[in-house]
């Protein structure tokens, strides 16, 4: 079987091909293995050396097993936090928030702390999701690319509002106008933060339709999920322009029905992900 060789560049001669063990000056010429066999150290892995096969399924299965620890961080974080149960209005006077974070500073601080931090789990849940439709039929990978882009951006819109709220806490014996400009800060950035959600779910709905196997990635009712909860986030984009009624931060559509449809959307995604990933372990299995 004749030996590797380099390939001519520009201008060259080709090279004719060497014998096995024929001897070149003072170098013998012998047979690199393309296949992995037993007993092979990998430091003396020549060039053409195949690793054997690594099981995607296992990184996907410890995040996804991390999942229900992060929930219940984030739902102890929810019920720490006294501006949530009831939601703060935003028709109180700026005396009024300010006595609201000097009466409950530390609460506040603690459950932004843990917030700040456990948001970021949002991220290897959303990769989750697009590493999933690696396996869907699509003519291109746009639709992923672009799941992959807002959920990237989707934490940080979150991520800002527990900064914010921590600014109000961090101070709050300082002028109640700068204090109640925090708070305004983190509400509306808060609420009126859905479009990378919205863009999500359509997105991820879009390719479920596409999806052209036989055995797709997600039932199509995932799709039609997606789409209502798409549909449930859009009011909460307009919290910015009324202080009362159901489109104000702490009114029924921007709050209620736009929190709900996220914990929602996370419980129903964390189910049909985890249906995924057994199946495909159990389609790996039998080809072991």
């Not at 063990?21 to 053409?48: C, D, Y």
Request: hydrophobic share 55%.
């Amino acid at each position: 079987m004749p030996g590797f060789e380099r390939l001519p560049g520009p201008g060259e001669q080709p090279v004719r091909p060497r014998e096995p063990n024929e001897r070149v000056g003072h170098v013998s010429v012998r047979p690199v293995p393309t296949t992995w066999l037993p007993g092979m150290k990998q430091a003396a892995q020549p060039i053409g050396y195949h690793l054997p096969p690594m099981k995607r399924l296992t990184g996907e299965r410890i995040i996804f097993w991390a999942l229900p620890a992060v929930a219940i961080i984030w739902i102890a974080a929810f019920f720490l936090f006294p501006g949530f149960l009831p939601p703060m209005s935003p028709e109180w006077s700026a005396q009024r928030v300010a006595t609201f974070y000097a009466d409950h500073t530390s609460r506040v601080r603690y459950s932004m702390i843990l917030f700040n931090w456990f948001c970021v789990a949002l991220i290897p849940i959303l990769m989750l999701i697009v590493e999933r439709m690696r396996g869907m039929a699509h003519r291109t990978p746009i639709l992923r690319y672009c799941v992959i882009g807002v959920a990237g951006a989707a934490p940080i819109a979150f991520l800002t509002a527990t900064i914010f709220w921590l600014l109000a806490a961090f101070r709050p014996h300082r002028a109640p106008s700068l204090t109640q400009l925090y708070n305004d800060l983190a509400w509306i950035t808060f609420t009126c933060g859905v479009p990378f959600l919205v863009a999500l779910c359509l997105f991820l709905a879009v390719a479920i339709y596409l999806d052209e196997r036989a055995r797709p990635v997600f039932a199509r009712w995932v799709g039609h999920f997606n789409l209502l909860i798409a549909v449930a986030l859009v009011p909460a984009g307009f919290a910015g322009l009324t202080l009362t009624g159901p489109f104000a931060w702490n009114g029924f559509l921007s709050f209620w029905v736009k929190n709900v449809a996220i914990a929602l959307w996370l419980v129903v995604m964390a189910v049909v992900l985890g249906q995924s990933i057994r199946r495909d372990q159990s389609v790996e299995q039998v080809l072991v």
